[in-house]
């Protein structure tokens, strides 16, 4: 199932809601790159270097969840999770458990 632009984004807003400015998603990959629906959607997630300190998705995992993230996998630099009937891949570059897949 493809995933449009706009439903992106929402889903964008609803991680910043949810992470109370501790952490910030920003739209990456096809959904900002290329035209038309895509498969999957990527988000990085990057912290607020004035709240957090250095994270692992992990940490925020109950946060992802209030966003409405279902079957979340860790992987080291990404994270892959569903929303809804969505595939999402969260992606955190400053992780430091490394590539697992």
Not at 42 to 68: P, T
Not at 76 to 99: H, I, Q, R, S
């Amino acid at each position: 199932m493809n995933i449009s632009r706009d439903m992106a984004i929402g889903l964008c807003c609803k991680l910043r809601k949810v992470l109370d400015g501790t952490h910030y998603p920003a739209l990456t990959g096809g959904q900002l790159y290329k035209i038309g629906k895509r498969k999957d959607v990527d988000i990085v997630i990057y912290r607020n270097r004035q709240k957090s300190l250095s994270f692992e998705v992990v940490d925020i995992e109950q946060k992802l969840l209030e966003a409405g993230l279902t079957d979340i996998r860790y992987y080291g630099f990404v994270t892959k999770a569903k929303w809804g009937p969505y595939e999402v891949d969260l992606m955190n570059p400053e992780t430091c458990t490394g590539d697992m897949y």
